[in-house]
């Protein structure tokens, strides 16, 4: 069980905190952190708390194969963030943001489910069973 929890707290801190600053490295190689320099201070941080949920509420998706949640989030983003998409900078930002959290979510989900899977407790499996949310499949 310590082991689950270790992996299981590794995944969720690569998924937020490490997206966080792999997401502000590709907006300073990219030159797009100067897109929100106009923006005051506060609203910086709200930026990070919004990825952090982000790429958590994608990953609850990614896990129970609710590929709607990806949709909600993104047009929850968008509608949020409209009237700024006329400023190619700003949508550049956006779509740059939101894509890598996208990505970031697949990638470190897909590898703490593989992980799980192979050499933990296949917590995907209790919690998708558990929510009775598919079918559980017979053991081979």
């Known amino acids: 069980m310590v082991h689950a929890i270790a992996y299981t707290v590794l ?7 490490g997206g ?13 952190t100067d897109a929100t320099l106009e923006t005051p201070g506060p609203s910086h941080s709200a930026g990070r708390v919004i990825g ?3 790429r958590l509420i994608l990953a609850v998706g ?9 949709a909600a989030v993104i047009a ?10 006329d400023q190619r900078e ?3 930002y956006f ?10 979510a697949l990638v ?9 899977h192979r050499f933990g407790i296949n917590i995907r499996e209790q919690v998708v069973v558990v929510l009775g949310l598919e079918p559980t499949l017979p053991a081979n």
């Open 76 to 85: 929850l983003k968008t509608v949020a963030r409209f009237q700024k998409m």
């Open 108 to 116: 470190v989900t897909s590898a703490w489910s593989a992980y799980d």
């Open 11 to 17: 995944a969720i801190f690569m998924l937020t905190w």
């Open 95 to 104: 779509l740059v943001g939101s894509l890598f959290s996208i990505l970031w």
């Open 20 to 32: 966080n600053w792999i997401c502000r490295k590709i907006f300073k190689l990219t030159g797009l």
């Open 52 to 54: 952090i949920l982000e």
């Open 62 to 70: 990614i896990v129970v194969h609710s590929w709607e949640i990806l």
């Open 90 to 92: 700003f949508a550049e």
